[in-house]
């Protein structure tokens, strides 16, 4: 670590066996005592410096250095020496020295007041982090995560190159994908035409499989506009493979493999192989397609369980044929009892938004609560075979959802059994089987294409349109694709995704019809007859799989809040980089040169209105001025939910039901 370097140490290597060495030292002062005693920090760790009282050398004075800021950069000789007896810190790797210095020199002197402090408690808020991002880089958790994700890259870099994978980059900028996600415009000269950013490589590995490429992976940058989503960045990493002359299990194997090979010691144990789960069982019993399986929590069905009048009791909306379907929270009365008001709004709004029309029912299963409730009014019967089901007893809580709808219904209560669950961890009830952590899931047998959200009559790819249908399905696919089950998988970790995978079309018929009779996408010979004309030329069979990377390192970080804690330089939740201020206007001349302000396909440009002007620039005080008061920071963040950004995104609008955020 110190090749290549004037240094001949860092600041986190020197031991108690290194007394008496003559040491040059590198870094930041984060701390400064009076001139006499200084810490410094690099990248590797801290050591603590010693300004000798009969120094020889006329610059060390602590008069003079009392005056350096802190994060100053200063380049130190010395010599090291066991510090003494009594005043040792064990909770450092470096605490047992010290070192006497000999010369200082600082080669970069900071600000006087910077806007953060570099320290692990009271951070700024995130927007501040962000803003001054090349501070919040030096915090040790920052500096910790990166170099996690740097070893874990290589690791799989390693399995990969082992097992004949060859890294193939291919191009950032490339042709708009029909059906896809929305993807980002790269305006070019030549008036009215344009380039798209690649939401993924996805048709340029399966062009690499048509050459002959047939082991390839990328670490790979992917971009894709989903409009501000607090748990997604605009662009973003995945580890993208492809093999030819391949079965899904082949790729399920290999990816579990992988992780088990380059999975870091520090985040816990992988086991293999990951349990898998049908698309259709996961909605079923967990409401999701992306189940965390640390706690049990299942849905059970209830419907045979309530009769009309039962029914009634729960909701007048009661109709017959409504499902009836509930989860159980073991002492969830007393547990709960401070959050009920909290959740039941939470759930309210999210029927809103999914158009739930049925009714969410939270019963308290008490017969010494007042007659009128609703539990104590249901039969008798009715409420022993409820709690026999769930395995509740007195005290415990249901969560009854009635509704005519029977995916809605297991979704709902799916978006109850995560929040109940996140509600409990967060007031420190041992929900979660930490023993199963990290929990990974595959989720296979997915339906190829969904009904629309804008248009029911019509469908849209579950997955991507180059997704195989199952070769037991092939032909329903030219009678009646909405019963199509796909060759995709998904891979879970504690109840994010975090890959999907799956077997591609090769096929040129298939494809074209998949695109033109079943998608019904215009004009798709023109937008695609290159991708079309490759399939035609030999296609061997071929599948692959990405992974998000971002979202896995964020699994592996333990102080990690979002999936912005593991990049070194990633947009605001609004989809802002806030450090530089962009998306920033382009200038008269970048407008002229790309056509900007001229009219393209019957839309006109429109210049935005000009940005207010910026505060006068105050110059850097010197150090024997008042600098300004900076408002204090406030207190340690607080864990945000996660809710899988990952980094990808369908074919398809995102919803629950829907599922697939499709990383490949």
Request: charged share 25%.
């Amino acid at each position: 670590m110190n090749e290549f370097s004037y240094r001949t140490h860092n600041c986190g290597q020197l031991r108690h066996t290194d007394h008496g060495k003559d040491v040059v030292l590198c870094g930041w002062i984060q701390y400064n005592r009076g001139g006499r005693f200084l810490v410094l920090r690099d990248s590797y760790g801290i050591t603590q410096l010693i300004v000798p009282e009969a120094a020889v050398n006329p610059v060390l004075t602590s008069k003079s250095i009392a005056k350096i800021p802190l994060e100053s950069v200063i380049v130190v000789k010395g010599i090291v020496r066991r510090r003494p007896h009594g005043q040792e810190n064990k909770n450092l790797p470096t605490g047992e020295i010290e070192v006497i210095l000999s010369d200082l020199k600082v080669v970069s002197e900071a600000a006087d007041r910077l806007p953060f402090q570099i320290r692990s408690h009271n951070k700024p808020k995130e927007t501040i982090r962000l803003k001054y991002r090349y501070l919040d880089l030096r915090m040790k958790e920052m500096q910790y995560n990166l170099r996690l994700r740097s070893q874990f890259v290589s690791k799989v870099r390693d399995f990969l190159n082992t097992y004949g994978f060859i890294e193939v980059e291919t191009p950032t900028l490339f042709k708009e994908t029909p059906g896809g996600a929305q993807e980002f415009v790269v305006p070019s000269r030549e008036k009215g035409k344009y380039f798209s950013l690649v939401q993924s490589p996805q048709q340029l590995k399966q062009l690499l499989m048509i050459g002959g490429i047939d082991r390839y992976y990328q670490i790979a940058r992917c971009y894709r506009d989903e409009g501000t989503k607090d748990d997604r960045q605009p662009e973003f990493t995945q580890i993208d493979l492809e093999l030819s002359f391949v079965r899904k299990k082949d790729i399920i194997n290999l990816i579990e493999q992988l992780l088990l090979s380059s999975w870091p010691p520090v985040a816990g144990k992988i086991r293999t192989p990951f349990p898998r789960i049908t698309f259709s069982e996961a909605m079923k019993l967990y409401g999701t397609d992306k189940p965390d399986l640390r706690f049990d929590m299942r849905i059970h069905d209830l419907t045979n369980l309530l009769d009309s009048s039962d029914g009634e009791v729960l909701t007048p909306k009661f109709r017959q044929g409504w499902k009836c379907k509930g989860i159980g929270v073991s002492n969830g009365s007393k547990l709960l009892k401070d959050d009920l008001s909290r959740l039941r709004k939470e759930f309210q709004k999210f029927c809103k938004e999914t158009s739930f029309e049925g009714k969410l029912v939270g019963l308290e299963t008490s017969e010494d609560l007042d007659g009128n409730d609703k539990w104590n009014r249901l039969h008798v019967e009715t409420r022993s075979q409820i709690l026999m089901s769930l395995g509740l007893t007195e005290g415990d809580y249901l969560w009854l959802a009635i509704g005519e709808d029977d995916t809605k219904t297991c979704k709902l209560l799916g978006k109850v059994r995560v929040e109940v669950a996140r509600t409990l961890d967060t007031n420190g009830y041992a929900i979660y089987n930490r023993d199963m952590d990290p929990c990974f899931l595959w989720v296979h047998d997915f339906p190829l294409f969904l009904p629309s959200d804008e248009d029911c009559s019509r469908l849209e790819s579950s997955h991507h349109p180059f997704t195989a249908p199952r070769e037991t399905d092939r032909e329903l696919l030219f009678s009646d694709p909405s019963r199509v089950i796909g060759e995709h998988f998904d891979l879970v970790l504690n109840g994010e995704e975090v890959a999907g995978g799956s077997i591609r079309i090769n096929d040129p018929v298939l494809q074209k019809h998949v695109f033109k009779n079943i998608l019904q996408i215009e004009d798709i010979e023109e937008k695609m007859g290159y991708f079309f004309e490759a399939l035609e030329s030999g296609c061997p069979p071929h599948g692959g799989i990405a992974l998000g990377l971002d979202r896995l390192v964020y699994f592996m970080c333990p102080s990690a809040i979002s999936i912005r804690d593991v990049i070194a330089f990633p947009k605001s939740a609004d989809f802002h980089d806030l450090m530089t201020g962009t998306p920033s206007h382009a200038d008269s001349k970048t407008k002229a040169l790309y056509h900007l302000n001229r009219t393209h396909a019957g839309a006109s440009y429109t210049s935005p209105p000009p940005p207010p002007p910026a505060p006068p620039v105050t110059a850097r005080s010197s150090s024997n001025s008042s600098s300004p008061t900076l408002p204090s920071p406030p207190a340690s963040l607080i864990r945000e939910p996660e809710s899988p950004n990952h980094e990808s995104s369908s074919f398809c609008h995102q919803t629950e039901v829907k599922t697939m955020d499709n990383n490949d």
